[in-house]
Nanobody
Framework: VQLQASGGGLVQAGGSLRLSCAAS????????VGWFRQAPGKEREFVAS????????DYADNVQGRFTISRDNAKGTVYLQMNHLKPEDTAVYYC?????????????????WGQGTLVTVSS
């Protein structure tokens, strides 16, 4: 499975971006999908995840209420809508396909990773 993340860019604080993660084939429709991010000099951290049906979502505390994860299994695509962006949201964002149908927060819960898309939030 290859994942293509897109939608990153430069935005001012308070602005919005929508990231997309497209899978090369439909395997991901049976698995949970997550978004992670990695800022310069920091470890990769969990952002959000969504179960394979889309009925269950999970968010890191620092994005709860600002970010929304969703998926369209017919298109094999997962989205991350990011609103009220802050400079501390600046990072490379990665999508990943879980080893199971259920959401998880650990890096090892995921088996396939995309190449990342850079989000830069200016103050």
């Amino acid at each position: 499975v290859q994942l293509q993340a897109s939608g990153g860019g430069l935005v001012q604080a308070g602005g919005s971006l929508r990231l997309s993660c497209a899978a090369s084939r439909r395997t991901s429709s049976n698995n949970a999908v997550g978004w992670f991010r990695q800022a310069p000099g920091k470890e990769r951290e969990f952002v959000a995840s969504i179960s394979w049906r889309g009925s269950s979502t999970d968010y890191a505390d620092n994005v709860q209420g600002r970010f929304t994860i969703s998926r369209d299994n017919a298109k094999g695509t997962v989205y991350l809508q990011m609103n009220h962006l802050k400079p501390e949201d600046t990072a490379v964002y990665y999508c990943a396909v879980s080893r199971s149908s259920y959401t998880g927060r650990g890096l090892t819960d995921y088996q396939y990773w995309g190449q990342g898309t850079l989000v830069t939030v200016s103050s």
